[in-house]
Structures are given as structure tokens and as C-alpha cells.
């Protein structure tokens, strides 16, 4: 930033600088030009042709350095077939005055003539009363005087425009510094969190950065929430491994002749309990995928398909809305279709009826069976890992707990009625929804 700040004043200093030198040395020429002209007016004002034919002066001309050798400042009038007509200051020298060209109008240029004098010489071309001849008046002065002035105009400007862009690149340096000296703080506050000493970023910031810092404190909470949740998982694991694993222990070392059957059954418990939690482990994984979207009534197409090979005898019917699109990876989606669409079909009587839906918050998939249905009383229960209400058909228990945890990852729910249409479970599941 600085860098750039400095580069940039330097830049428009720069052209500013060299714009106002030429101003300035166009407004000192012309007044020095607007001199030389007021004496050349002057000097063809007071000139006559005297009785020889020859050009004088009816009266002196005002600045004594006219009459002072090399002062710097002289005239001359010079015609074809005359001496020219010079001031004393020119002593033994003469302007150059060639006739070949006509000055009706002024005439104004610089001229090195004189070796260690540079000159400003104006002319202008005279016809004066009683003489034939085009008289050629001509006035010079010294460029030194101008040049000086120049200079010295020159010497300002850099220095000043100098000190100036020093300021201007300080005051840059100064603002970026304190302008961003709270990031300071929010480093020295994040490295207090890194190092435990702090939760949160706490400091009290300037407005344009607390956007910023409230983004990082909401970072650092996710990040919490996330290690909790991973260490639930890995708790709640650990427990379910537990028990299984203390059974075959205890079996093994009791030499019992039904070792195989109970490492079998136990070893199933666990798979089960290792199949939740990576099922869990995936949907927070995920989660953070904001661009994650999938359409629920693809979904159910697909877990229709696979379903009706299980329960041939089945009934799926489908109906809704065929846009509605949820924020969720479809993975995930079709896992929680299918617990929920197979158990309908597993638990019900033949028919199962799926209705797609939801508004703008939320996209619904509402699944309906003619089965026995769950009591009021027992469908909390039947949310629990391992609970099972029909332990005459085959099954885990832990198909509605993964779609209930799964469902909450996302910002969603599961909830149990009594279906009006069919008279079974009615199982309404509902996710944020995707525009």
C-alpha cells in the first residue's frame, strides 16, 4: 500500500510539477516579452529621418543601459543602404538583420549571435514618413536575467514539490500503519486462542475489522462444535464397542463351547454400531458444502427402484412436487429415503405412498404406509439406537436414529404422525431447502 501510495504521488507530482514549470515559464517570457516590446514601441514612436536621410531619435529612449557598453539591453534600426542606427550598449558590435524576409508584424526569437551572450531579440519592419526605405527596428536584451529567473522558479518547485511528496508518502506511510495497526491486535488475540489463553477474540475493534473478527469468533465455535461432536462420536462408540467386546472376552476366556456364536452375534452388534457412526462421521463431513444440492424427487425414484427388487409384493406410490430440491448431499439423502421408504415397505402392509413438497425454508418427503403403525406413547422410544418395535423381521434398530442424527446434521428433522390416508406410521421428513 504504501509502495503504491508512494509511487502513484510520485507520478502526479510529477506531471503537476512540469505542468506548472511550463505555466510559469510561459507567464515570466511573456512579461519579459511584454518589455522588449514596450521599448520597441517606443523606439519607433520617437524616430524620424533627419535631413540626410538617416534615422534618429527625436527624443532618448528611457533605460540608461542603452547607453552603457555590453549592459545587455540594445537597439538597432537598420535599412537596405544605410549604417544601421546602434545603441551605445552595442559599442563595436551589431545585431544581424537580414532583409531578405519582411517583419510587417512582431517578430520574436532567441539568438546565439553573440558567443557568451544569448540574446531575446524582437523586430518589426517600418516604413517611416519621408523615407522610401523599410526601416527594420530591433531591440535585444540578455537572456540571462530571464534565464536566472527560470532557474531560480525551477529550484523552488523541485525542492517544494520534493518536501511535498515526502509529506504526502509519510502520511501514507503513517495512515496504512495505523489504519492497520488492529490487525496487530486481532494476530496477537488469535495467537492468545491458538495458545489457550482466550476463547474468543474479545478486543474491542474498529468497525471496519468486527465483521471480520465476528466471522473468526463463529469460525472458532464450528471448529468447537465440531470437536465436540467428534469427541460424542468417538465416546459413544467407544461405549457400544464395549460391551460386545467385554462379552467376548469373557466368553474366551471361559473356554465356552459357544464361542463362535457369541463372537458372530457381538461382532454384528458392533458392525451396526460402526455403520452409525461412519454414517453420522460422513454427514458432518459434509455439512460444510453450502453448494451441496439434491433433488429429493430423484432420490426417491432411485430408492424406489432398489426397494421394489427387496419387497416385490409392495406397493410405492409417488406423488408432489418434482422441483423441490434440499441442501444436502445426495448420499445422505438417498440413505435416509431408504431407511425410511424400506422400513415402510418392511413394517406396513403392501402399500406405501411417498409425497415430495415444503416451501421456501424447508423440502419435505413424507412417507406413508398401511402398516400397524407405532403407538403415540413409543415413537420417541423407537428413535433410540438398537430399539426395535417388530423384532420378528430382520433389522438393526438403528435405521430411524441415522436418519433422525443425519437429518439434525443438516439442519433438518423427523417427525412421526399417524397416517389419515392409510391408516399406518406417516414419517415426515424434512431438510432446508435449495432454490
Not at 495505523?178 to 489457550?196: Q, S, Y
Not at 463362535?260 to 458432518?284: C, G, P, S, Y
Not at 434398530?397 to 433422525?404: D, F, W
Request: proline content about 4%.
Amino acid at each position: 500500500m504504501i509502495g503504491i501510495a508512494a509511487i502513484w504521488i510520485m507520478i502526479l507530482l510529477a506531471g503537476g510539477g512540469f505542468a506548472l514549470d511550463r505555466v510559469l515559464n510561459i507567464a515570466l517570457t511573456r512579461n519579459f516579452d511584454a518589455e522588449l516590446q514596450y521599448t520597441l514601441t517606443a523606439m519607433i514612436a520617437s524616430a524620424e529621418i533627419d535631413p540626410d536621410g538617416e534615422v534618429r531619435y527625436t527624443r532618448p529612449l528611457g533605460d540608461q543601459r542603452f547607453n552603457e557598453p555590453a549592459s545587455g539591453l540594445y537597439d538597432q534600426v537598420s535599412g537596405e543602404g544605410h549604417e544601421p542606427f546602434r545603441s551605445r550598449s552595442l559599442w563595436d558590435r551589431e545585431l544581424q538583420h537580414a532583409h531578405n524576409h519582411r517583419d510587417l508584424a512582431i517578430h520574436i526569437y532567441d539568438s546565439k549571435q553573440f558567443p557568451d551572450e544569448p540574446l531575446r531579440i524582437m523586430e518589426r519592419d517600418v516604413v517611416l514618413p519621408g523615407s522610401p526605405t523599410l526601416w527594420r527596428f530591433q531591440v535585444a536584451q540578455a537572456r540571462s536575467g530571464l534565464d536566472e529567473q527560470i532557474a531560480v522558479l525551477r529550484k523552488t518547485l523541485i525542492r517544494s514539490f520534493a518536501i511535498l511528496g515526502l509529506g504526502l508518502i509519510i502520511m501514507s506511510a503513517l495512515q496504512a500503519t495505523f489504519g492497520l495497526w488492529p490487525l496487530r491486535r486481532v494476530r496477537r488475540e488469535i495467537n492468545a486462542v491458538r495458545t489457550g489463553q482466550s476463547a474468543r477474540v474479545d478486543a474491542r475493534l474498529p468497525i471496519e475489522i468486527a465483521p471480520m473478527v465476528e466471522e473468526l469468533n463463529d469460525l472458532l465455535a464450528h471448529n468447537e462444535r465440531q470437536a465436540e461432536e467428534a469427541r460424542t462420536h468417538a465416546g459413544n462408540l467407544a461405549h457400544a464397542l464395549k460391551t460386545p467386546l467385554t462379552v467376548i472376552m469373557n466368553e474366551a476366556t471361559a473356554g465356552s463351547p459357544d464361542l463362535n456364536k457369541t463372537v458372530i452375534r457381538e461382532a454384528t452388534t458392533m458392525r451396526r454400531q460402526v455403520d452409525h457412526h461412519l454414517a453420522r462421521a460422513r454427514a458432518v463431513g459434509r455439512r460444510g458444502a453450502a453448494q451441496s444440492v439434491a433433488s429429493l424427487w430423484s432420490s426417491v425414484e432411485a430408492v424406489e427402484r432398489a426397494v421394489s427388487r427387496l419387497y416385490p409384493d409392495v406397493t410405492i406410490d409417488m406423488a408432489g412436487s418434482r422441483a423441490a430440491r434440499a441442501r444436502v448431499e445426495r448420499q445422505d439423502l438417498d440413505e435416509m429415503l431408504g431407511n425410511l421408504i424400506e422400513n415402510a415397505a418392511k413394517y406396513g402392509g403392501g402399500r406405501v405412498f411417498v409425497t415430495i413438497g415444503g416451501d421456501a425454508q424447508f423440502a419435505e418427503a413424507i412417507v406413508e404406509d398401511d402398516g400397524p403403525g407405532i403407538p403415540e406413547g413409543q415413537r420417541a422410544a423407537i428413535f433410540e439406537r438398537g430399539v426395535r418395535l417388530d423384532s420378528g423381521k430382520p433389522g438393526t434398530g438403528l435405521g430411524l436414529a441415522i436418519v433422525r442424527d443425519v437429518a439434525e446434521i443438516y439442519g433438518g428433522s423427523v417427525e412421526l404422525h399417524e397416517s389419515e390416508d392409510l391408516g399406518g406410521l406417516c414419517v415426515c421428513l424434512r431438510l432446508p431447502a435449495a432454490p
